[in-house]
């Protein structure tokens, strides 16, 4: 059995868009190239509600399709389910951003150690980049923190 990728498009998101329309792009390349829905074996489709509706559907006929969200999203919620562990690393990182961000004088004591990378929830793996920034120079973190007055 040989596998093939037979189509890939990227569709443009309106507001009409939904899992009919998706259901019926997968349909009509399978019947492009004459192939069954019991002939799919894999379907890679974002993680948006009506992708995974759509998922859903393809796989009541092909059942022996594997569906799998975005793996770039899949990534993301993997950071995100690791945070969700770390609260204490967490407000680590979310108070240094609230003292420095805003602050130029307090931004300039990172200047030995460079900046925090900034946290951007919509940024994927910006998380987890932040966690090793910490963990390289946590020590000097809690040095500029002690010279910081409050």
């Given at each position: ?42 379907i890679l489709l974002d993680a948006a509600r009506y992708m995974i509706k759509t998922g859903i559907e393809i796989r ?84 500029i923190f002690n010279w910081m007055q409050y």
């Open positions: 059995m040989k596998n093939f990728l037979i189509d890939c498009t990227e569709l443009e998101i309106d507001q009409s868009m939904n899992s009919d329309l998706v259901l019926r792009f997968v349909s009509d390349a399978l019947t492009k190239y004459d192939i069954g829905f019991d002939q799919l074996s894999l009541k006929r092909a059942i022996n399709c594997f569906h799998v969200t975005c793996f770039a999203h899949l990534i993301h919620n993997c950071g995100m389910n690791i945070k969700g562990y770390f609260e204490e690393v967490n407000k680590v990182i979310s108070c240094v951003k609230a003292v420095t961000i805003k602050n130029k004088s307090n931004s300039m004591k990172f200047s030995t150690i460079g900046n925090p990378p900034s946290v951007i929830v919509t940024r994927w793996s910006s998380w987890l980049k932040a966690t090793m920034y910490y963990c390289k120079n946590l020590p000097k973190v809690r040095k």
